[in-house]
Structure formats: C-alpha cells, structure tokens
C-alpha cells in the first residue's frame, strides 16, 4: 500500500480548529473526505493517517466517525493532553477505537513545546508511553528540536514522530544548525521522522533541487525504515498542490538508488503505526 501518513479534516461549524484563520484563504472552509478521495486516486495512494487538527477530545470521535464511513482512513492520531487527570481512562477509551494509533499531545497549538519537559507530565508521558500509542511530535520550528530529541531520550520505551522533517527554514537556507539538530534527534532509535510539511518551510517555487540537501539528510540520518512520507494536506494548499508534492517527492526518492521507496511510501507507517 501507498501511505499518506499526515493528512487532517475539519468542519467549521464544529468552531474547534483554533489554528485557522481567515487569512488562510485556500484552507479556510471544510475540508473532508469526499474532497480528498479523487486526489488520493490519482495520486494513487491506498490509504492515509488522520491526524488531530484541534484540542479536544471530541476531535477523536470526530476522526473515529470519518473512518468508519471511510475505508481508506487506515489509521488516526488523536489528541491527549499527557497532563489530564484523568489521562488513563481516556487512554483506554481511545485503545478501544480499532483504528487509533497514535495521538500528538498539542496546547495553544504548540507555539512552543517546552511544556513537554515540564516535571508534572511525567507520570502521564510514561503512561503514553508504555501505552501502545504512537505519539507525533509537532514543533514550532527547528530551533526546538533539541527540547523534541530530549524528550524521546527520557522515554526509550515510547515510539516518537517528528512532524515535517522538524520544521527547517528551507526558504532561509538556515541548513547547518537544522543539520546538527535533526541529526540529534535521529540518533535515537525511537524517534521516526515524517518526509512532510517541506512546501511549508520552503514556498510555493521549490524545486527538486531545492529540497534535496535536506530531504537527504533525513534519508542519510534516520533511514528509510524509519521515514514515513506524508501530504499534511490541506495545510499543504497554502503553497502547493498535491500532485506537485507527490511528483516531488517520488523525485527526491527515485533519485537515490540506496532508498527502499516502499517502506518510504508506506512499509515504515504501516509498521509504526501497527496499520
């Protein structure tokens, strides 16, 4: 199977996806499935991984009830707050959802992450932990890659994964320090990194060339057993397309002869995420 791991739905009327704004045109409206289903045809992807687009509980039942009407949602990450009182019952709960894989922890959508090394949380990110959940890791920007990289190392347990290649100022061209950083955090062996978000960071004009040194360095540093390639569609809109993203992306990969493109483009998510 050919694997989106990263994709997210909203409804507006629900009034929960805070991180939406008017001034995100392209996106600033419903995004489901029924939009999606003819652009993953022809992109030929077989299935994606829902990922929570807001702070509540509720948005899990939301993504549960999309995948029950949609067979091609093959995995969702929900949202937990590792500091809920009442975090292992809602683990359960959540265990109990056939498709939920994984959850990514976010407040104030993660303006920053130093609230994860907060001491309070550690009973609760041991329990996520040994929970069986994977837990996705969204940073602001690179610069907090290291507060990401000490985080997995308190937990060897868990399984970790870095959205969008950690965040880099492609567009800057600020490489070195993201280098060192992301070379940090691929150092340990419980962290997978997402082959996403790169339009992002790098705008509407990248190129191959553009995004070949650092989508190497991830290849080079983690593996492509531990690279998981993904959309982050609708967000993806702000600066793209998704068939630019996909031809891109078969691109980068096809042209290093060392890759496995299968596990790129699906074995590493159906394995981390127990698809």
């Keep these: 199977?050919?694997?989106?791991?990263?994709?997210?739905?909203?409804?507006?009327?629900r009034s929960v996806n805070t991180a939406l704004t008017p001034d995100m045109h392209a996106i600033y409206r419903d995004c489901e499935p029924e939009e999606l289903t003819p652009v993953l045809d022809a992109a030929g992807v077989d299935g994606v991984v829902a990922v929570q687009a807001s702070e509540t509980l509720g948005e899990n039942l939301f993504m549960a009830g999309l995948a029950e009407?949609?067979?091609?949602?093959v995995g969702i990450v929900g949202w937990l707050d590792p500091g809920s009182p009442a975090l292992a019952e809602e683990i359960a709960a959540l265990s109990g959802i056939p498709k939920m894989k994984g959850v990514r922890p976010v407040r104030d959508d993660n303006h920053t992450?130093?609230?994860?090394?907060?001491r309070d949380l550690e009973p609760g990110w041991r329990m996520l932990a040994h929970s069986g959940?994977?837990?996705?890791?969204?940073v602001q920007d690179w610069r907090e890659l290291p507060l990401a990289a000490e985080l997995a190392s308190r937990y060897?347990?868990?399984r970790f994964i870095l959205d969008h290649v950690g965040k880099p100022d492609i567009a800057?061209?600020?490489?070195q320090d993201w280098a060192c950083m992301i070379g940090d955090v691929a150092a340990l062996p419980n962290?997978?990194?997402?082959?996403?978000?790169?339009?992002?960071?790098?705008?509407?004009?990248a190129t191959v060339e553009t995004l070949r040194p650092w989508f190497d360095h991830v290849v080079d540093r983690f593996g492509p057993q531990r690279?998981?390639?993904?959309?982050?569609?609708?967000?993806?809109?702000?600066?793209?397309?998704y068939a630019k993203w996909a031809s891109l992306s078969d691109a980068l990969v096809s042209a290093r002869d060392d890759l496995e493109p299968a596990a790129i483009f699906g074995g590493t998510a159906a394995r981390v995420y127990s698809l």
């Design 191 to 205: 962290v997978y990194c997402k082959f996403s978000g790169m339009m992002g960071c790098a705008g509407a004009e």
């Design 172 to 175: 800057g061209g600020a490489f």
């Design 1 to 13: 199977m050919k694997i989106d791991a990263h994709v997210h739905f909203w409804r507006l009327a």
């Design 133 to 138: 959940l994977a837990v996705d890791l969204l």
């Design 113 to 118: 992450i130093a609230w994860f090394l907060d």
């Design 69 to 73: 009407r949609f067979d091609w949602i």
């Design 227 to 241: 690279v998981l390639w993904a959309s982050d569609w609708p967000p993806l809109l702000l600066t793209s397309d």
């Design 156 to 158: 060897p347990e868990g």
